[in-house]
């Protein structure tokens, strides 16, 4: 058992992914904060599919996935409806209505996971989790469109032991849109002037002190930290393709596995990495 | 000493007062022999034999002293604040030697037996601590009124000194219904210390009662005026704890509001009227608690940990819970038996604010998974999981930000914490905090500029009333100095601030307390854990600090005093106490550097130095097993100070290296650290150098004080026998009232620029803080040089230069006058000349006028925002509260003022004294230079008068300025600079 997440060797722990398929709605009719041109589906789902493969087969997590519905058409993007920090999972009220009905599915699955669920029904209270950063030693939370005061009070009530520090986002969709923990003790962040100041501002309100890995891109930030006991430090990030100037910063880690990933179509609607899974460490009970 | 007051019985003179009673008691005392002081102590020690002669004795100088007090009070008095009453006190006492000392023969008689002990030690010593002692009596009898209607009769003896005291006491409600400030002389802190201590007397004592952490009750008998550290190190011996000094005893003002007992300060000035009842708590929670040196150390933490999550303070997740809790069972129970342990064993125990049964199952879960984990193994990984919560170690406070949002603020081991409900909203780490104040309910951190900003910031926050206010800044000083500092920060002389708080954490930094426990050395004390299962029975569920509550207010109903007030035969009291340890003897040498300085006569300067220097050898001594004992800094310097401690002319000789020789390894060791700091202060203190020249005259001071620390005593004393401003005398006496109003704390920190920047804002400070209307600063800057035997280190002192800064600050006509009367009468600024007779540079100029700059703008961005994230976005272009319009002039003499400032010498010793009176503030810094073989001293001194327009400031320049000739003739006047403060605009009042 880790009390308090037993320190920064277990932080990337997990044994399980939460995924869900893309609907075809999602072309058409999914949220995106910019108009830009259609998301090629074919694309999106192969890419989508790699993902999944990475998680499943290379990293050999046990995935879930969900079935898409095609009454919500972000379904695809898990992580705004769930935070699990170790045995605690809070479901969300997403910050954006048509949206509020992915939770559902996401209890479910969480439930036969014997995890402790706290759901958010404060109709006051709204919460992404893309705007919650978790690294391992406390949770940063974005106040953007999609997450309010509210919804990060009801976040630091169900996870006690840690600090819940706020931090405004205004240019980008969510917190994690222009960073992410890339390691233990390691926030990736973008270079725009919103990351760095919302990066001094998490600094700021920090005990601790937080290396942290500038990319050129925004988008590029957003990765996704693992700590597989076979492989140890797992990093999956945006593929040189995509960002190249940002994966040569990545390829400087040595001592992370590197796992190119491309996520060109689901960006065009906002979509990021981490967006698309959600983690969860069940200690090998049983 | 100047002599030239010339109405003693003018009531508004009162601070000089001092000094020329102060020049008549020193021929006298001079004049005595040796012998004569053995005499002396042998007829004191009688008076503790038999308490027979000492009634008698006492009621003589009692009730001379209620002739001449009562008609004082008629008048003018009623305006002076309290501290100046009892100063008037001591005035008056300190002519009648002889029988002061028999009447504060308790104190005394303890006092001898130590002395004698110290054979070689000058008698000047008594002379002031009775001084002293009489001041504290005033105190003390001040808060028997207040708090103890109902005290017993008493004898004869006690009679006298209560009626007294009752005096003053009187004369000091009427000064704190004037709400002046009031503020307490370190002179008169230190002396608590014996008075607990060393009674041979009949002692009236009072029971005490000590909610434990284990939930027991530890209840003892302590002298009434016995200081906080005498309970707190009874508390410790009894817990068999030597790492206390993360511990602290609590009051309850009521349910909401706990208060920490000031070691350094007699308990029942504190409580007031509450019952003697308090509860042992961890007060500075160890960010890593394997580095405490002893389980047992680590056990009371735990219990700690386990109230603050039982009552909710500390909060946890259910996981988080269980895994505590099956710790807990682990240290107290030990391996999961199924055969002992039945399924509801755990229900005895209390582990949660709501525990229920899926918690209960998951901890005896998780408690069958601990096998073979000690005790102490099981309370190790307990605090290694509790130390991670976030709100491990966090104090919180209710607060409203500037747009009466409530809000928390938490005070940690690393800074203030801020909290929106359960949100950190924003942190402010030590080293970005400028400065910490409060001013009513209002409490202020400045903060450092942040990248890119130009403007510091001030951001303010209303608690929900005065005391909680202070009492928020008594914990954030106490946090910064515990944990940031490696050696606590003297308290400050006053500065030049009339008002405020000298409130200053007194016990050990985390640095020292950690060296200190490194030499710990004794085999693990045997103890019993079962306290989480007691605590939960005793609290029936409800958390510890409810039920410690209705315990109190059991407690009280029945009759506050309950334990009444014992008449106990005072031998033995008093030779309990000393047996108590060895430490409370090592105090009392302490004493001796400031009999000495007192009897003497010399002048205010010389006292103060002297408790500068004990404050150097506190920090010498830190971790010996005494020192941990004294409470404040001072006393424990004073304690260490005995072999050193030589009579009053020799005494600078042997200084420097003196606390350390006498020691132990320990004492040494932490010595070492104490260097360290020495040297830092040092640093800054050249760059303060710096600084004189240019305006931010104000700002000096602060780091002047830092670097006061580091100078030897030695300097001042020899210096001059001249004497130091009879008005700075004041400082020795004054008292601390609970209700300051304002305070502030710079945060010291290690890093000169820092300092720097602090000393710069103090300026702009002042004018926010200040109420006066009118402020006038007078800086008179005498210079001159004179041939100084140097006995100290290798340095030959040839010259020296004086510099005195004046400022003066009238809130009242007395006051101004007051000050005039230490200045003299002649009122011209030309006349300043150099009175240098001695040395070779002979400066005889008449100052020039320099300069005539105003105002020199120092308006401050006042921004109040708490939350960080919206700071950010807002500039600070909104002026202070206060405006003021200052002006200031600067007189110099040509030659010599660049030669002092400008030229690079070598810091010999730098030191910055402070005093205070009614509302005048007079800080003298001095420092010693060495430049090319030649040493120079420069007095700086500066007078703060506030007050209403009508004071003539001219007359009060004048007389400044001829005070300040007439003490030091040997020196110049280089530099007198006027800076006068208007206040334009009201502030908001609360």
């Known amino acids: 058992m880790a009390g308090l997440g037993g320190g920064l060797a277990a932080f990337g722990r997990c044994t399980h992914a939460v995924v869900r398929a893309l609907p075809e709605s999602l072309c058409r009719q999914a949220l995106r904060s910019v108009a830009g041109p259609e998301v090629d589906l074919a694309r999106a789902e192969r890419e989508h599919q790699l993902y999944v493969g990475v998680l499943r087969g290379k990293l050999g997590l046990q995935v879930l996935e969900l079935p898409a519905d095609e009454s919500l058409p972000d379904c695809v993007f898990v992580e705004d409806v769930a935070v699990v920090c170790e045995e605690t999972a809070l479901l969300t009220r997403p910050g954006a209505p048509s949206r509020r009905k992915e939770v559902e599915a996401m209890k479910r699955v969480l439930e036969s996971l014997n995890l402790n669920i706290v759901e958010m029904v404060d109709e006051n209270a709204t919460l992404d989790g893309g705007d919650v950063l978790f690294t391992g030693r406390e949770f940063f939370v974005g106040l953007s469109k999609r997450t309010n005061q509210r919804g990060a009070e009801i976040l630091a009530d169900t996870f006690k032991d840690y600090a819940v520090s706020t931090v405004p986002v205004h240019d980008s969709l969510h917190l994690k849109s222009f960073c992410s923990m890339a390691g233990p003790n390691l926030i990736a962040i973008g270079s725009s002037e919103a990351a760095q100041k919302a990066l001094k501002t998490m600094q700021q309100m920090s005990d601790h002190r937080y290396d942290k890995l500038t990319v050129p891109d925004d988008a590029a930030a957003n990765c996704i930290y693992l700590n597989i006991p076979s492989k140890g430090h797992v990093l999956l990030h945006r593929a040189p393709e995509e960002y190249p100037e940002s994966a040569k910063v990545f390829e400087k880690l040595k001592d992370h596995m590197l796992i190119p990933i491309a996520n060109t179509e689901l960006e065009k609607v906002d979509g990021s990495l981490t967006c698309c899974s959600v983690f969860i460490n069940k200690a090998s009970e049983l | 000493m100047t002599t030239e007051v010339g109405s003693e019985t003018e009531v508004k003179k009162d601070s000089e007062q001092l000094g020329p009673d102060k020049a008549k008691d020193k021929p006298e005392e001079a004049s005595e022999t040796p012998g004569d002081q053995k005499s002396r102590e042998t007829s004191s020690g009688e008076a503790q034999d038999s308490s027979v002669p000492a009634p008698t004795n006492q009621s003589s100088p009692s009730s001379q002293k209620k002739e001449k007090s009562s008609p004082e009070s008629k008048g003018i008095s009623r305006f002076l604040p309290p501290w100046l009453k009892k100063q008037k006190s001591y005035t008056l006492a300190e002519p009648k030697d002889e029988p002061k000392k028999k009447a504060t023969g308790e104190e005394q008689v303890v006092e001898e037996s130590e002395s004698q002990a110290l054979e070689g030690v000058a008698q000047p010593r008594k002379s002031l601590e009775e001084a002293t002692e009489n001041r504290q009596n005033a105190k003390a009898g001040d808060r028997e009124k207040h708090s103890i209607s109902s005290a017993e009769i008493q004898p004869s003896k006690e009679d006298g000194k209560e009626t007294e005291v009752e005096e003053v006491a009187e004369k000091k409600e009427e000064k704190q219904e004037e709400k002046r400030e009031t503020k307490e002389v370190q002179t008169a802190e230190i002396k608590i210390d014996n008075i607990p201590q060393k009674s041979p007397k009949k002692i009236k004592t009072v029971q005490c009662k000590v909610m434990l952490l284990d939930g027991t009750e530890y209840s003892c008998d302590l002298e009434k005026r016995a200081r906080g550290q005498v309970l707190f190190d009874k508390v410790c011996e009894h817990l068999n704890l030597l790492e206390k000094d993360y511990f602290g005893l609590l009051f309850y003002e009521n349910s909401e509001q706990k208060n920490w007992l000031d070691s350094s300060k007699e308990i029942k000035r504190q409580i007031r009227s509450l019952p003697w009842i308090f509860t042992f708590n961890v007060k500075f929670y160890p960010p890593d608690p394997s580095q405490l040196t002893e389980d047992i150390t680590r056990y009371f933490l735990c219990l700690q940990l386990r109230q603050d999550i039982v009552s909710g303070r500390l909060p946890c997740s259910f996981v988080t819970h269980a895994l505590l809790g099956s710790y807990t069972l682990q240290a107290e129970l030990g391996d999961h038996d199924p055969e002992e342990h039945s399924s509801d064993y755990i229900s005895e125990f209390q582990f949660a604010p709501n525990q229920t049964q899926e918690m209960e199952e998951k901890v005896a879960e998780l408690h069958k998974t601990h096998r073979g984990l000690t005790p102490a193994q099981a309370d190790s990984q307990f605090l290694e999981n509790a130390k991670r919560l976030s709100m491990y170690g966090v104090d919180l406070h209710h607060a409203k930000d500037s ?151 059991d407690f009280s109903a029945t009759g506050g005093q309950a334990a009444g007030d014992k008449i106990i035969d005072l031998e033995a009291a008093g030779r309990a106490k000393l047996k108590e340890g060895g430490r409370e003897e090592d105090e009392s040498p302490l004493k001796t550097p400031q009999l000495e300085f007192t009897q003497d006569g010399k002048s205010l300067e010389e006292e103060i130095a002297s408790i500068l220097f004990s404050k150097e050898r506190f920090g010498a001594g830190t971790s010996g097993p005494f020192a941990a004992a004294s409470p404040g800094p001072a006393e424990g310097a004073a304690g260490e100070q005995t072999g050193a401690a030589a009579p009053g002319p020799q005494r600078h000789a042997s200084r420097a290296e003196g606390p350390c020789t006498g020691v132990s390894d320990a004492d040494k060791s932490s010595h070492e650290t104490l260097d360290i700091v020495e040297e830092k202060k040092q640093a800054e203190f050249g760059i303060e150098e710096t600084l004189v020249v240019d305006e931010t005259n104000k700002g000096k001071m602060q780091v002047a004080t830092d670097a006061g620390e580091t100078c030897k005593v030695e300097h001042v004393s020899k210096k001059d026998s001249s004497s130091l401003p009879s008005d700075s005398s004041s400082s020795s006496s004054s008292s601390e009232s609970e209700d300051e109003e304002v305070g502030e704390y710079h945060p010291h920190h290690r890093a000169i620029e820092e300092v720097i920047r602090e000393e710069q804002e103090d300026e702009e400070d002042m004018k926010r803080k200040e109420h006066e209307e ?37 809130e009242e006509k007395n006051l101004s006058e007051q000050i005039k009367q230490d200045v003299g009468e002649e009122k011209e600024e030309e006349q300043l000349k150099l009175n240098g007779d001695v040395s070779h540079v002979d400066i005889d100029v008449a100052p020039q006028l320099i300069c005539c700059s105003e105002p020199p703008v120092v308006k401050t961005e006042m921004v109040t925002i708490s939350d960080a994230t919206q700071r950010t976005e807002i500039s600070t272009k909104e002026i202070p509260i206060v405006q003021t319009e200052t002006k200031t002039i600067t007189y110099e003499s040509s030659q010599l003022d660049g030669n002092a400032v400008g030229d690079t010498g070598v810091l010999v010793s730098a030191q910055t004294i402070t005093s205070e009176s009614i509302s005048t503030t007079t800080t003298t810094h001095i420092t010693k230079m060495v430049k090319g073989g030649v040493s120079e001293t420069r007095i700086e001194k500066r007078i703060v008068i506030t007050g209403d327009a009508d004071i003539d400031h001219d007359e009060a320049l004048a007389q400044a300025i001829k005070e300040a000739k007439e003490q030091h003739p040997d020196m110049s006047v280089t530099r007198v600079v006027v800076h006068k403060e208007t206040e334009l605009a009201e502030e908001d009042e609360d």
């Open chain 2, 403 to 553: 747009e009466g949002v409530d809000i928390m603020l938490g005070v940690c081991a690393n800074g203030l914490l801020i909290y929106k409900d359960r949100l950190r909203i924003n942190r402010f780490a030590w080293p970005k905090i400028l400065k910490i104040s409060y001013k009513r309910s209002n409490f202020y951190i400045k903060v450092r500029p942040a990248e890119l900003e130009q403007f510091e910031s001030t951001i303010g926050f209303k608690l929900p009333n005065h005391r909680a206010a202070k009492r928020l800044w008594k914990v954030c000083v106490e946090h910064h100095t515990f944990f940031r500092l490696l050696s606590p920060e003297q308290p400050p002389k006053a500065k030049f601030l009339t008002l405020g708080s000298k409130f200053r954490y007194s016990g050990r930094t985390q640095a020292q307390t950690r060296q200190a426990s490194n030499l710990i050395d004794r085999p693990a004390p045997y103890f019993e854990r079962t306290s989480s299962k007691r605590v939960s029975r005793s609290l029936d569920g409800a958390p510890m600090g409810i039920s410690d509550q209705s315990l109190v207010r």
């Open chain 2, 774 to 810: 009118n402020t006038q600063h007078v800086e008179a800057i005498p210079e001159g040089s004179k041939p100084v035997p140097v006995e100290h280190t290798q340095v030959t002192v040839e010259d020296l230069v004086h510099e005195n800064t004046i400022t003066v600050a009238t």
